[in-house]
């Protein structure tokens, strides 16, 4: 008598979830991207993130994230934001 055949079914379920936060943004040029990008504050680079402020500057001395100064506070290059997602 022969055996019973076997078989395998793989099953992958992928999950997309929609976060929405909202931060103001600022139009400047980034030096690393060569154009003109959206900008966040770092408290709202955080917020968005869900990490702390001084994770979001450890993104930036890592240059995970560009960043620009403007008038003493220091933003985050929204295109290097995504990509990093």
């Known amino acids: 008598m022969s055996e ?3 078989r395998e079914i793989v099953v992958e379920l992928e999950r997309v979830q929609l976060v929405q936060k909202r ?3 600022h ?3 980034c030096d690393d991207c060569s154009q003109e990008s959206d900008f ?7 917020r968005i993130f869900g990490i702390r402020e001084t994770d979001v500057g450890g ?13 003493g506070s ?3 290059c ?3 934001l995504l990509a990093d997602l």
Not at 40 to 46: G, I, K, N, Q
Not at 59 to 71: L, V
């Open 4 to 6: 019973p055949r076997r």
């Open 23 to 25: 931060a103001r943004t």
């Open 27 to 29: 139009l400047m040029f």
């Open 40 to 46: 966040v504050s770092t408290p709202d680079a955080a």
């Open 59 to 71: 993104c930036i001395e890592d240059s995970t994230w560009h960043s620009q100064t403007n008038g």
């Open 74 to 76: 220091i933003y985050v």
């Open 78 to 80: 929204t295109a290097s």
